[in-house]
C-alpha cells in the first residue's frame, strides 16, 4: 500500500517503498514546451453527432496551431463546426509521461500571406531524418523548393484559446525484457 501525501491542491505524491511516483497538473510553461517539441498531435473534431480524432503532424508558434492536410473527413467536419481540441504528450513510460490538451477554433487559410507563412513554419520545422510521407509537404523531402505556393492542398491553423495538461513521473526504472 503506497503512502499517500497531497503537496498542493495540484500534486500528489505516491510513496511505494523506495519509488517515489508524482501525479500533477503541468504548468503553463510546461504545457508551452510540450506542444513546441512534439511532432503528431491529435485534432478532435465533432459534426452531426459525430466525433471524429485523427492525428496530424503540425508546428506550433505559441498561438497557432498550424496543420496541412488534404480534402476529407476532418476538413469537412472542422469546416460545418470549428470549435476543435488539440491533444499532444510525451510518454517516456506507464508512469513518466506529460499529456496537454488544447482547445480553439479552426481557421482555414486560403488567402495570402497568412496561407505562405504557415507553409513556411511547417516546412522549416526539425523532422526527424526517418519520418512518414504525410510529413513532407513537397515530394522533394528533405530539400524544400522556396515556392511554397507549389504546395497543394489545405493550409489551416487552430487560435488556440484554452490549455491544460497533466503528468506522471516516477522513479521506479523499468526493465523489459522480451
Avoid at 50 to 63: C, L, M, R, W
Avoid at 98 to 105: E, F
Avoid at 130 to 136: A, L, V
Wanted: a negative charge; one cysteine or more.
Amino acid at each position: 500500500m503506497p503512502e499517500i501525501h497531497h503537496l498542493n491542491k495540484h500534486k500528489i505524491l505516491l510513496i511505494f517503498e523506495k519509488t517515489i511516483t508524482m501525479f500533477g497538473i503541468l504548468s503553463a510553461d510546461d504545457i508551452e514546451t510540450l506542444v513546441q517539441l512534439q511532432l503528431v498531435g491529435r485534432i478532435g473534431c465533432h459534426a452531426k453527432d459525430v466525433t471524429y480524432v485523427v492525428p496530424i503532424s503540425y508546428v506550433y508558434d505559441g498561438e497557432y496551431i498550424y496543420g496541412h492536410t488534404f480534402e476529407g473527413m476532418k476538413v469537412e467536419m472542422m469546416r460545418k463546426n470549428p470549435q476543435v481540441c488539440f491533444q499532444v504528450d510525451d510518454t517516456k513510460d506507464l508512469s513518466n509521461w506529460q499529456s496537454a490538451v488544447l482547445w480553439g477554433k479552426f481557421e482555414e487559410l486560403l488567402q495570402e500571406p497568412e496561407r505562405t507563412m504557415a507553409l513556411q513554419k511547417l516546412t522549416e520545422r526539425k523532422l526527424p531524418l526517418i519520418s512518414s510521407e504525410t510529413m513532407h509537404l513537397t515530394s522533394q523531402w528533405p530539400f524544400q523548393d522556396t515556392d511554397v505556393s507549389k504546395i497543394t492542398g489545405v493550409v489551416f491553423r487552430i487560435r488556440v484559446t484554452e490549455k491544460t495538461g497533466r503528468f506522471e513521473k516516477s522513479t521506479e526504472k523499468h526493465f523489459f525484457a522480451s
